[in-house]
């Protein structure tokens, strides 16, 4: 599927031109990204504290794929591919705890390290050799408590994708080996993965859009997004204190400031400031309809009056702002009129420039169109 000359995003003379609507409505694009992309880079899959001890499993999808993750005796978190590899039965769902891990179709039994244990009858079969049958692992990695997985056995590293990322969020959020999740929340949006995507990545509309983030969290006239890596680097300053919705006060270094690190294509960690942790997990379920994951998360996951705070305001304001925005540009997307416009992308970056899109934009053609 090879674009028109016209369609790319490629820095150079005259202006750079936003992507045809294609790439956000095309059942087949979706499917493309579903094969491809979706199964080739790091994807969020649970959270670690939901693994404390040894046998405590969770189960996710990535790109179509049943998955789940299990803590071993040896404390280490592994995932699997969600299917016995004896007649393909699913072995696990939702969260729990277990020894080993039975599939319920003929009780053949696994490690918690994926290794076959035992199985009904299976010493009858002349030959049969137990130790050639593992559950097939996923490549994973651990990341400032949350479990992120790439499909791709052969994939780099995340410090490689992601460069310096671990080391500043460990910066921004000292206590994050504290955190657990206070809340997770569902916000269905009726448009495409990658408008949402768009929409969180500048911050050219948030002045005229988001009166409370802008005028009350973070100084907008100090806003820039740089490239990290595949990551996306958001920094500002908070706003003046007398004008702050909250107290920022927690003692830590960068208690005055707000940053976010989006990692491509669809995790994004944000610092509030005060070092409030948060997160986006973008899932995307078809051409038109995405579900974000909206993430907040306490000492310990008890009930943080400060926190609890942020997450309601955020959801009364910023989010829904957003989704009245994303669902807008979805059905603009379906018009004959709609003809891509040039993005405002200014060389000295700042907040009023579209240079993250850019990127973004880039990257999305190279997925599908290789």
């Excluded at 999808?61 to 071993?72: D, K, Q, T, Y």
């Excluded at 003929?106 to 244990?117: F, I, Q, S, V």
């Excluded at 479990?147 to 994050?176: C, G, I, T, Y």
């Excluded at 891509?340 to 990257?363: C, F, I, T």
């Amino acid at each position: 599927m090879m674009a028109s000359s016209s369609e790319a995003v490629v820095p150079g003379k005259g202006p750079i031109r936003s992507l045809t609507a294609r790439y956000y409505t095309d059942r087949q694009v979706f499917e493309v990204e579903s094969a491809g992309l979706l199964a080739q880079t790091w994807q969020f899959g649970c959270h670690a504290s939901e693994l404390e001890k040894a046998g405590d499993y969770a189960t996710f999808e990535i790109a179509g794929e049943s998955l789940f993750a299990i803590r071993g005796l040896d404390d280490k978190i592994r995932v699997f591919y969600n299917v016995c590899q004896h007649r393909a039965h699913q072995l696990v769902q939702g969260t729990g705890t277990t020894r080993v891990v039975v599939c319920p179709y003929h009780a053949w039994t696994y490690e918690l390290t994926g290794e076959l244990r035992a199985g009904p009858n299976i010493n009858a079969v002349e030959g049969f050799d137990k130790t050639g049958i593992c559950l097939t692992e996923v490549r994973t990695e651990e990341f400032v408590g949350f479990v992120f997985v790439n499909l791709d056995p052969d994939a780099a590293p995340m410090e490689k994708w992601f460069p310096n990322v671990r080391a500043e969020l460990e910066e921004w959020v000292p206590n994050w080996t504290e955190l657990k999740p206070l809340e997770w929340v569902d916000i269905p949006e009726r448009c495409n993965w990658k408008v949402s995507v768009e929409n969180y990545s500048e911050c050219y509309h948030c002045s005229l859009n988001h009166p409370t983030f802008a005028n009350g969290v973070v100084k907008p006239e100090t806003y820039d997004i740089q490239l990290q890596g595949k990551c996306l680097r958001h920094t500002t300053e908070c706003q003046s204190l007398e004008d702050m919705t909250y107290d920022v006060h927690s003692g830590f270094a960068h208690q005055y400031e707000y940053s976010s690190w989006f990692l491509w294509p669809m995790f994004s960690f944000q610092v509030y400031p005060g070092n409030v942790l948060n997160t986006y997990h973008w899932r995307a379920i078809d051409a038109d309809h995405v579900v974000v994951w909206r993430g907040w998360y306490s000492v310990g996951g008890v009930e943080d009056a400060k926190v609890r705070q942020l997450a309601v305001q955020d959801r009364e304001t910023t989010v829904e702002e957003d989704i009245h925005l994303v669902e807008s540009v979805q059905r603009g997307l379906g018009s004959r009129g709609y003809n891509p416009g040039p993005l405002v992308v200014d060389p000295k970056g700042g907040v009023n420039s579209e240079h993250p899109v850019m990127h973004l934009q880039r990257w999305m053609k190279e997925a599908i169109d290789g």
